[in-house]
């Protein structure tokens, strides 16, 4: 990728990562979790958040990546994400709160489906429908 191709995903990157944290934002801002019922307002509001936050930042991540060369590497994004949620649910199992102050098990499972769900729309949706989403050519 010639310097040009960078600035490109960087912008686009910079669009999407962005937009996502923006929606996730507006997601808790009018109370999603309120405005559904029964079951499945209890099930979103348990593990709603513990799904979209590791998956928007991830994105966030992939803004960095242009800048932080270790962040290249999907494997990487997702290894951090998962690492740092899942460490502070453990902190929470010791009583430190952090997230939240109730360890849950399941948490984990979710952070991991999560950062998943991220890792597939990266990969498989976003490098193919985003003109210069991919930068693993590059070389700064």
């Known amino acids: 990728m010639n310097e040009n191709d960078i600035r490109l ?14 929606l996730i934002a507006l997601l808790h801002i009018f109370g999603l979790g309120r405005k559904l019922n029964g079951n499945l307002s209890t099930l979103y509001l ?6 979209i936050m590791p998956f928007g930042i991830y994105f966030l991540l992939c803004i960095s990546q242009i800048h932080i060369t270790i ?3 999907w494997y990487v994004k997702a290894a951090l994400i998962f690492g740092l949620t899942t460490g502070l649910e453990i902190l929470q199992f010791f009583g430190i709160y952090a ?6 098990p399941m948490d984990i499972l979710v952070y991991a489906l999560g950062v998943g769900i991220a890792v597939v729309v990266d990969r498989f ?9 991919s930068i693993s050519d590059s070389k700064h």
């Open 125 to 133: 949706i976003f490098d193919r429908l985003i003109p210069y989403w």
């Open 99 to 104: 997230l939240g102050a109730t360890f849950d």
């Open 46 to 51: 348990s593990y709603g958040s513990d799904l």
């Open 9 to 22: 995903s960087f912008r686009n990157r910079k669009i999407v990562g962005i937009t996502i944290i923006s």
């Open 71 to 73: 962040l290249e590497k």
